[in-house]
């Protein structure tokens, strides 16, 4: 389904469920359950609506940029970047593409089953009621992929919001943003559905001094739709349930260079508020990446065909079932759970465009399965001290796997690898300790290991970015981290929260795409590459140590908020045997320094006035540090103001200084930039 079709498929269900919004309200729902008694301990960073819907750029992933150590792979954004290069991870434990931080919508995980990217642009802000960043590996009820941290985003509540609400932005280059949120309450249930469309005919990913007649601006055209229903189906047991339905299309600033993303999300949680406490989640993803790639020569006046990626349906499936049986307030708490994870994809494409047509074709892909159980005990033996501690054991298995590439002319199979299935159990854990130093500040300390399987992209895929190549690596192991933190919290006034957190974290067997080769040759698995291209397989190194800081500020003094933060990292690579040239260096794009704060007035009911600055400090283009791009400095700003009532006037700056920020580096020394300034002007309607 287009975009524009599912934006209006939105409006009309918004009308309806506007018309069925006159029911007798009610605030009875519980949505999940209570946060665990032991997360005192871990580092924990809430965003709350206000701080969701206050973005310049109306984007989720630069919204998290306020969470010290957030990073996605590249800096550009869910409107230019390529969607596989937008994971997630934290505390500079970066280095691929694949997300390194668990991202959960209500409970299900939202990244790709295939390639582990994150659908941000089908990801609202003003959906939410918040989001909850945990930064250390995840272990207990969370397993696989919290290896980084885990980001919680849950729905708002029906109940609680107006019954209809729109928003329309209009900004440069022809942008247009606009969401419809319709939200009601049923007696005892509530239900809210929600849209999105968002247009652009986009900037130009090149410089000036770089372009060529074949670069044409980087243009989009995104949708979404989703339903979140809520009601009581028995005495202290609630049904919460999901549905989101995606499509994202880009031209990544080359004529015949495309992506589509394609997706349904669907969830379904039943919570149990009774004297046993307990949650049954079941989740279900559909999704389909489409990309094709043009070769550009030197003077950038020739594109070429040179791959189709024309269908990557990837599916992923799964469950949890959490207890906490009734126990004595001196015995403190007890999680128990089971989950179950599965993931399958494929790609299918094209390549090696000869004589006008594509020679070669590639069928790679497999299937994924974890299942585990856990426990984790939370307490509180003295009135301010809290003590917790968790573990699990999964066992997981990959199989099925296979790289198939052929001659389309001959038939032939030039590759045609079928490696062994595998499995293995994998215990993980966490512990931590909080303790209340009087009222107005908290000591804590935690130490975890956690795992990540290796994506089915990782394992299978291998792939092109400019003249540069990179092979897959079936035999790639998990990646495992082991970490300590300890830090303190400091309330200084009811409204003023300080805190600073120091960590150390080792990631044994880090995946990484290392450099083997340069061309002109050929190559394993991917062919030939051309001179100036670079040839690399995906590798488990050694490790990746990363010790640093994180500091946060929060506070309001009668209109004012301030809300900063500042996260040192510094990552190191410890690599060997073919990987032995990285040994030292630092991850690719991962900065040492990030710096993020917003300064807010609300000079009267409704109205905001606020300025937001990020800072990335230089960082590492690729693996073996030769190219290098420099920090990038951003301001935005954002006001609103009521015009009357129910209706307030939207101004927004994207890079108010239209700063030129690096996002990438090719062989050839060709820049891609990221977002340059943006204005917007936009109208809020709410009933």
């Given at each position: 389904m287009r975009p524009a079709a599912l934006f209006t498929l939105a409006l009309l269900a918004s009308g309806a469920a506007r018309g069925a919004g006159a029911a007798e309200t009610s605030d009875i729902i519980v949505t999940g359950l209570p946060e665990p008694k032991g997360d005192v301990a871990y580092d924990i960073v809430t965003l709350t609506p206000d701080r969701l819907r206050a973005?310049?750029?109306?984007?989720?992933?630069?919204?998290?940029?306020?969470?010290?150590?957030?990073?996605?792979?590249?800096?550009?954004d869910s409107r230019a970047a390529n969607p596989t290069s937008q994971g997630a991870t934290l505390r500079a434990l970066g280095g691929n593409a694949s997300s390194r931080a668990l991202v959960l919508l209500d409970g299900?995980?939202?990244?790709?089953?295939?390639?582990?990217?994150?659908?941000?642009?089908?990801?609202?802000?003003?959906?939410?009621?918040?989001?909850?960043?945990?930064?250390?590996?995840?272990?207990?009820?969370?397993?696989?992929?919290?290896?980084?941290?885990?980001?919680?985003?849950?729905?708002?509540?029906?109940?609680?919001?107006?019954?209809?609400?729109?928003?329309?932005?209009y900004g440069e280059r022809k942008s247009l943003s606009a969401e419809a949120i319709a939200s009601a309450a049923l007696g005892q249930a509530g239900v809210s559905l929600f849209g999105r469309y968002d247009r652009g005919d986009g900037y130009f990913l090149t410089p000036a001094n770089q372009r060529g007649p074949v670069d044409i601006p980087a243009s989009y055209k995104q949708g979404s739709v989703g339903l979140h229903g809520e009601t009581p189906v028995a005495a202290h047991t609630n049904l919460l349930v999901n549905v989101l339905a995606f499509d994202d299309q880009r031209i990544q600033g080359l004529t015949g260079t495309t992506t589509e993303v394609k997706g349904?999300?669907?969830?379904?949680?039943?919570?149990?508020?009774?004297?046993?406490?307990?949650?049954?989640?079941?989740?279900?993803?559909?999704?389909?990446?489409?990309?094709?790639?043009?070769?550009?020569?030197?003077?950038?006046?020739?594109?070429?065909?040179?791959l189709n990626e024309y269908d990557t349906p990837a599916t992923g499936w799964g469950g949890k079932l959490e207890v906490r049986p009734p126990l004595n307030p001196r015995a403190g708490e007890l999680r128990l759970g089971v989950d179950v994870r599965d993931a399958t994809g494929h790609t299918h494409e094209l390549s090696r465009f000869l004589a006008g047509r594509f020679t070669r074709s590639l069928n790679a892909g497999g299937h994924e399965r974890v299942f585990g159980g856990y426990a984790e005990w939370g307490a509180s033996p003295l009135q301010s001290l809290t003590l917790t501690v968790g573990g699990r054991l999964d066992h997981w298995s990959i199989d099925d796997g296979e790289?198939?590439?052929?001659?389309?002319?001959?038939?032939?199979?030039?590759?045609?690898?079928?490696?062994?299935?595998?499995?293995?159990?994998?215990?993980?854990?966490?512990?931590?300790?909080?303790?209340?130093?009087?009222?107005?500040?908290?000591?804590?300390?935690?130490?975890?290991?956690?795992?990540?399987?290796?994506?089915?992209?990782?394992?299978?895929?291998?792939?092109?970015?400019?003249?540069?190549?990179?092979?897959?690596?079936?035999?790639?192991?998990?990646?495992?981290?082991?970490?300590?933190?300890?830090g303190i919290d400091i309330f200084a006034a009811p409204s003023v929260r300080l805190s600073l957190t120091a960590f150390a974290n080792r990631l044994d067997g880090a995946i990484a795409n290392v450099t083997l080769g340069a061309g002109p040759g050929v190559f394993p698995q991917v062919g030939f590459v051309a001179?100036?291209?670079?040839?690399?397989?995906?590798?488990?190194?050694?490790?990746?140590?990363?010790?640093?800081?994180?500091?946060e500020a929060h506070g309001s003094w009668g209109g004012w908020r301030l809300d900063a933060s500042y996260a040192y990292t510094h990552a190191r690579d410890r690599a060997s045997g073919a990987?032995?040239?990285?040994?030292?260096?630092?991850?690719?794009q991962t900065p040492a320094h990030q710096l993020s704060a917003t300064l807010g007035f609300v000079p009267r009911t409704d109205a905001l006035l606020a300025v937001t600055g990020h800072y990335a400090s230089g960082q590492s283009e690729?693996?073996?540090?030769?190219?290098?791009?420099?920090?990038?400095?951003?301001?935005?700003?954002?006001?609103?103001?009521?015009?009357?009532?129910?209706?307030?006037?939207?101004?927004?700056?994207?890079n108010l200084t239209n700063a030129q920020i690096e996002s990438g580096i090719s062989a050839t020394g060709l820049i891609t930039l990221a977002s340059p300034r943006t204005l917007w002007v936009g109208v809020r309607a709410g009933f």
């Open positions: 973005s310049a750029s109306g984007r989720l992933e630069d919204v998290l940029r306020d969470v010290a150590g957030f990073q996605s792979f590249r800096r550009t299900a995980p939202l990244a790709d089953p295939f390639t582990g990217y994150v659908p941000w642009s089908a990801l609202s802000p003003g959906r939410l009621g918040a989001v909850r960043v945990t930064r250390g590996a995840g272990a207990g009820a969370f397993g696989t992929g919290a290896l980084a941290g885990t980001i919680e985003l849950q729905t708002a509540d029906p109940t609680r919001a107006p019954p209809l609400q729109g928003e329309l932005d349904v999300d669907a969830g379904a949680r039943l919570v149990g508020a009774g004297a046993w406490r307990w949650e049954a989640l079941g989740y279900l993803q559909l999704m389909n990446f489409t990309n094709t790639v043009a070769a550009v020569d030197a003077a950038r006046t020739i594109q070429t065909p040179s790289i198939v590439a052929t001659n389309i002319q001959t038939g032939v199979p030039s590759t045609n690898l079928k490696p062994p299935n595998r499995e293995k159990w994998e215990p993980t854990a966490r512990g931590g300790m909080a303790w209340d130093i009087g009222a107005r500040a908290r000591l804590r300390g935690a130490a975890y290991f956690g795992y990540r399987l290796p994506s089915l992209n990782e394992l299978y895929r291998p792939f092109r970015v400019g003249l540069d190549a990179t092979a897959a690596n079936f035999a790639l192991t998990p990646e495992r981290l082991k970490g300590v933190e300890a001179a100036g291209g670079a040839y690399s397989q995906r590798e488990n190194l050694s490790a990746i140590v990363a010790r640093g800081v994180e500091a990987a032995a040239a990285l040994n030292g260096l630092p991850p690719a690729n693996d073996l540090a030769t190219r290098r791009l420099t920090g990038a400095a951003t301001m935005d700003a954002l006001a609103q103001w009521p015009l009357t009532r129910g209706v307030t006037l939207i101004l927004r700056a994207e």
